[in-house]
């Protein structure tokens, strides 16, 4: 089946949340940190390979031509020599069976490399160096993304997974999401574990961590950030708290990310 250009956007819109370039820096080599995320994510270098490593996974280092990422709770560092651009993606959690083929599950918790992942997506990579013009890279991977959406088609059970995830982001409280789903907190534990390899509170985690992270970027952009504030409007108890979550999962403070992302204005504690 034949999706118009105009329409593929469109047909993607439920499963892709980004789609964008990237650039690593200016200099013969790019470092990224990656930072905890509750999506699936594709990263395509534009030419050779991409270094990857868990921060705090000893050995973790690996080289890969193209990486794709399940949810995880852990940073990690990228490191790209000579040419530092790409293609960046991030699939939500149903993206990765209805796109991919695999459960989100599948891929938590670490890296691999996308032909190992889809082999109908292998000589992806080269197919965009050819391309000249960011337009006619972005067409060439949502046209990849298509062919996958209709060799998987939408498993029946996705509004389910939808409202799921929907209620989890929203709901402070594990039990408290159970409870709105209608389920014992057992059995959505068991279905969130199954679908994509979290637990209810670790995808809680990380919702409220991507929030955060969110808002301070707004803030930063804005020219001042309280991370009081931050922490108040993204579910945390404190200031405090949120400090000690970035530690646990960034490996760094909200204020060393955002210098290092080149984002840190005056920082206002209160």
Not at 16 to 25: I, M, P, R
Not at 94 to 99: E, M, Q
Request: with cysteine.
């Amino acid at each position: 089946m034949t999706v118009p250009a105009d329409h593929m956007s469109t047909v993607l819109a439920p499963f892709v949340v980004t789609l964008e370039a990237y650039d690593l820096g200016p200099g013969p080599v790019g470092v990224h940190r990656g930072l905890p995320s509750s999506t699936v994510s594709i990263t395509i270098p534009e030419e050779d390979s991409l270094e990857i490593a868990w921060i705090r996974r000893p050995g973790s280092r690996q080289k890969l031509r193209a990486v794709v990422a399940g949810l995880h709770l852990d940073a990690a560092e990228l490191r790209q020599e000579r040419c530092t651009r790409g293609v960046y993606v991030t699939l939500s959690p149903l993206g990765a069976s209805t796109l991919l083929g695999l459960p989100a599950s599948a891929l938590a918790g670490q890296v691999a490399d996308l032909a190992d992942v889809v082999p109908a997506m292998a000589d992806l990579p080269e197919r965009l160096m050819a391309c000249r013009s960011w337009p006619r890279r972005r067409a060439l991977v949502e046209r990849c993304l298509v062919s996958g959406l209709f060799r998987h088609k939408e498993r029946a059970n996705h509004d389910e997974l939808r409202a799921t995830l929907a209620v989890l982001s929203e709901a402070s409280r594990v039990q408290e999401a159970a409870e709105l789903l209608g389920c014992s907190r057992r059995h959505l534990s068991r279905m969130v574990r199954a679908e994509f390899g979290v637990t209810p509170k670790e995808y809680q985690r990380l919702v409220r961590f991507e929030t955060a992270r969110g808002r301070l970027v707004a803030a930063a952009n804005a020219g001042k950030v309280s991370l009081a504030a931050v922490a108040a409007a993204s579910g945390f108890a404190d200031q405090a708290h949120l400090t000690r979550e970035w530690r646990a999962m960034a490996a760094c403070t909200p204020m060393e990310w955002l210098r290092a992302e080149g984002l840190a204005p005056r920082c206002a504690g209160r």
